[in-house]
């Protein structure tokens, strides 16, 4: 336990873990929206949004030994105009961070999230591209 982690995720405890950028704050809709998505996923689905986020499956066994806090920043382009509901999340493992669109709804965000967890192959996708990404996306939903 003291190695791996704890085999179940616990949100209070990467809530607890988390920092905001300078224009995000833990009472934006949206970010309000990830914790209520994220608690409604189940173990195996926290599991594959940490190893999306941070490119690992489990969290420290408790506050102490997080030796990095996961930081949560606006998606890039998240701009007045444009239409968050079309563009996906995008991580940084390295970071553990995640630029998080702000959402119209906890639906879409899950899909979303679900859609870049289980598509994003591996962390150094930058150097390789992914079959999806040759082919095209296809449809998110």
Same mark, same amino acid.
């Given at each position: ?16 873990? !988390?920092? %905001? ?12 929206? &990830? ?6 996923? =189940? ?15 489990? &969290?420290?066994? =408790?506050?102490?030994?997080?030796n990095q806090k ?6 890039? #382009?998240? #701009? ?12 940084? !493992?390295?970071?553990?961070?995640? =630029?998080?669109?702000? %959402? ?6 899950? !899909?979303?999230?679900? %859609?870049?967890? %289980? ?23």
């Amino acid at each position: 336990r003291r190695v791996c982690g704890e085999r179940e995720v616990d949100i209070d405890l990467l809530e607890a873990n !988390t920092e %905001y950028d300078d224009d995000v704050s833990p009472n934006d809709e949206h970010i309000k929206r &990830l914790w209520r998505v994220l608690r409604s996923f =189940n173990h195996e689905e926290r599991s594959a949004f940490l190893r999306f986020v941070w490119a690992r499956p489990r &969290l420290p066994p =408790n506050a102490a030994e997080f030796n990095q806090k996961f930081k949560i920043q606006n998606a890039v #382009g998240d #701009g007045p105009k444009s239409n968050p509901d079309v563009f996906l999340p995008k991580a940084h !493992t390295c970071f553990f961070s995640l =630029n998080l669109p702000k %959402y119209s709804a906890d639906e879409i965000m899950a !899909t979303r999230l679900r %859609y870049a967890m %289980y598509n994003c192959i591996e962390m150094d996708a930058d150097f390789r591209l992914a079959e999806n990404e040759m082919t095209g996306w296809g449809d998110l939903d």
